[in-house]
């Protein structure tokens, strides 16, 4: 079982920047595609961002597209996700995830094929 742990959160400036991590316990990290979602005060969690097992397929939500990145290190059983040109709009608790199935080679988007989830953390873009 993989457990995952997000840090980087913060207060940062529209415009500004900041670099999330997701940390993962467990040797089975690098055969799974990992997402970042998010969830903002009294709206649903959606879908940020994820990456394929390999890091060779990534795919984004159009809200995020062109200033959000996301990257793994499997040496470091980490997935990060880069986020530049911060706006308010993207104020949420951003968590991770872990895929439905082991070494798949195309990306999962929908909610409902993650599991493991991590615990969250704060981003806040102020005005």
């Known amino acids: 079982q993989v457990q995952l742990v997000e840090s980087g959160g913060g207060l940062v400036q529209a415009g500004g920047s900041l670099r999330l991590s997701c940390a993962a316990s467990?040797?089975?990290?690098?055969?799974?595609?990992i997402g970042w979602f998010r969830q903002a005060p009294g709206k649903e969690r959606e879908f940020v961002a994820t990456i394929s097992w390999n890091g060779g397929i990534t795919y984004y939500a159009d809200s995020v597209k062109g200033r959000f990145t996301i990257s793994r290190d499997n040496a470091k059983n980490t997935v990060y996700l880069q986020m530049n040109s911060l706006k308010p709009e993207d104020t949420a608790v951003y968590s991770c995830a872990v895929g439905a199935n082991a070494y798949y080679n195309g990306i999962y988007y929908r909610e409902a094929n993650f599991g493991s989830w991590g615990q969250g953390t704060q981003v806040t873009v102020s005005s």
């Open positions: 467990g040797r089975t990290f690098s055969s799974y595609g």
